[in-house]
């Protein structure tokens, strides 16, 4: 069984986001995503200052089976990319909400995030998904 | 559900992840494919192939059918025990199948056929075997362990004795032996050293256990796949299949040519085509960042257009490389189309990877 974390709000094409209190969030792909994907092995991730659609593609990631998109969970700019991944795209398999973030977005409009999943409905998702 | 292995059970306990291979539920991984790729490159890993299609061919005029059946020629295996690597081909000229077969005895060769492609190569051996007498049987009842890597042989041969571990010791590369009911070969499909065992499927579970208490790791398809393709192996339906003759597969050195008075199926077609092929099988090293997948779309400016037959990332030169059929005039450079933008590859000649190094100037 996949990992979910309670602090973290779900997309259903797997990303996951952390609202920080300074109105920025971090965001990256689920637990049950990078088991999915298996060994990542390229990150592409969107440069500092990009500004982000709801829903659009917005990031790839590679393993050595798919290539992904991953898609932004909110609307906003983005502030920051995790450098680290560069070199090591198995941060995302090792620690996929912690080291294996990917960027940090600064929202558009903070409310938007509550349209999202919680960890409970997100891990219904998946096994609903899965059958 | 699909077929299964007499490992199934094995592979879940040991969490393996199985996902479908040609109808047989294979393990893709146990957690890690990179980390299981690493085992085999520097120490010892251990795959179980048992889908594959073993199959025995008796009858006193064996070795006269199978010079008539492959394009590489039997006549080479005057040492019993002695394995050939080979295509099976049409009367095009077109692959059926690769396989490879161990001379055992003079009424006795043993050959191992591709899972996908059992049923129709079953067919195809049976229909050439009649007019030879030869009898055609295939070893459902045998199980198969491949265990790979540098230190592969030393850690198999810990789990022998007697004279299966005299046998085995002995066993030069690219042979094999049966001191008893269990067959060794010194061969494999990873570009490392090791053994490819087959033996009883109720005995083929104590066989897994005890290599994996002698330090043999399990590993999966997955890393199967990127082994085999840093090793510059083609795989059987992805880099050539019935419409692409050995020479347009990078297999021309597997054709046996010599002597001209030899027939064999496909020859005629061959001839026809050898020396004026319009296509070849190269290596591509990506310059850089992402990952080349089967089927990408490949250009060289000015001389034509190809197409990535295996595509991946290869673990051990942290870049991506693949095999690619191509126009050939290609030289040392050409263009995949990646997500939208065509980038610069360096074209090379596989193996891309022997023996745990680098075959390639990156």
Known sequence: ?131 | MGKRTPLHSTHLAMGGKLVDFAGWDMPINYGSQIEEHHQVRTDAGMFDVSHMTIVDLRGPRVREFLSYLLANNVERLTQPGKALYSCMLNEQGGVIDDLITYFMRENWFRTVVNAATRDKDMAWIRRQAKAFEVGVEARSDLAMIAVQGPNARAKTLSTMDNGLLKAATALEPFFATKPGDIFVARTGYTGEDGFEIMISSDRVQSLWLALSKAGIKPCGLGARDTLRLEAGMNLYGTDMDETTSPLESGLGWTIGWEPSTREFIGRQALESQRGNANRKLVGLVLQEKGVLRNHLPVRVVGVGEGEITSGSFSPTLGRAIALARVPLATTNTCQVELRGKWVAATVVKPPFVRNGKSCITL
């Not at chain 1, 995503?33 to 060994?39: C, E, K, N, S």
């Not at chain 1, 829903?55 to 609307?75: F, H, I, L, M, R």
């Not at chain 1, 409970?120 to 609903?128: D, G, L, M, N, V």
């Open chain 1, 1 to 131: 069984m996949s990992k979910t974390l309670a602090n973290l709000k779900y997309t259903k094409t797997h990303e996951w986001l952390e609202i920080h209190n300074d109105g920025t969030a971090s965001v990256g792909i689920s637990d049950h995503a990078q088991d999915l994907l298996g060994d990542l092995v390229y990150v592409e991730a969107p440069e500092a200052g990009r500004k982000l659609t709801a829903g659009n593609a917005c990031a790839v990631v590679e393993s050595v089976k798919a290539a992904s998109d991953v898609y932004a969970p909110v609307t906003g700019v983005v502030v920051a990319i995790n450098a680290a991944l560069s070199d090591s795209p198995e941060l995302i398999n090792k620690d996929p909400y912690g080291e294996g973030w990917i960027f940090k977005i600064k929202l558009a409009n903070a409310a938007d995030a509550n349209a999202l999943l919680d960890a409970k409905a997100y891990a219904e998702f998946c096994a609903a998904e899965s059958h």
